[in-house]
């Protein structure tokens, strides 16, 4: 149980264009998801949170009108990176937190994003 | 502000060799503290929830433990298949927090037969 998946895996696209990924949860209804994103040998640093049906909380420094986030059910959550550039080629990571799952978040796979 | 310490940074065993990874932390009023496991590539997998001082978990050769201040991760025995990036996380109880993890750097684990 608490499976999340992400999609696509790994995505190439060029400066200047948009890319979408997205995260569901497969088997429970996530409440509350969150974007991350990783780089090399670094620990998980969180984007934003954001709850069904409502507006993202983008974290300190993150630009929101770069970084879409949109909630739309309980087991859909997509992230938006607008007019990409090669530095926010990263690993992103979705996670979901559930009713009746206490407080742990369970993550998506992950999604490599390059920007040529 | 919550902060996690994770130490070592690396770790490297023999194959049976035991030891035990490190979390420190600081957080207002702790909700919880998570234990991840997370392979190069991947995502984090979720392998423990502790609440209270006193608490432990076990899950085949892993064992995590809390206090207070810090929480252990002891991995028994392990073999080749336990090497990966360990994450410690925890979760305050202030509701300005909302659900949030805050995690630490993590300990990437080695484990050679």
């Known amino acids: 149980g608490a499976v999340v998946s992400q999609h696509p895996s790994r995505v190439i696209c060029k400066s200047g264009t948009s890319v979408k990924i997205e995260c569901r949860s497969l088997d429970f209804q996530a409440t509350t998801m969150f974007w991350y994103r990783q780089f090399p040998k670094q620990s998980l640093m969180l984007m934003a949170t954001s709850n069904e049906g409502s507006k993202a909380t983008y974290e300190q420094g993150v630009e929101k009108d770069k970084f879409l986030i949109n909630h739309a059910s309980l087991t859909l959550s997509t992230l938006t990176v607008t007019s990409a550039h090669p530095e926010d080629s990263s690993f992103y990571i979705c996670?979901?937190?559930?009713?009746?799952?206490?407080?742990?978040?369970?993550f998506g796979p992950g999604t490599r994003l390059t920007v040529t | 502000e919550d902060q996690v310490t994770q130490s070592p940074e690396a770790l490297r065993l023999q194959e049976g060799e035991s030891s035990s990874l490190n979390c420190s932390y600081t957080v207002s009023g702790l909700r919880g503290l998570f234990w991840y496991r997370q392979d190069p590539g991947k995502g984090p997998e979720f392998l423990f929830t502790l609440y209270s001082a006193g608490e432990e978990k076990e899950k085949e050769r892993l064992k995590a433990t809390l206090t207070k201040k810090e929480s252990f991760l002891h991995i028994t025995a392990p073999k080749p298949e336990d090497s990966a990036t360990y994450l410690c996380a925890v979760s305050s109880m202030i509701k300005a927090a909302g659900n949030k993890l805050t995690f630490g750097g993590g300990t990437r684990v080695l484990v050679k037969p």
């Open positions: 996670s979901a937190k559930g009713l009746g799952l206490a407080y742990e978040q369970y």
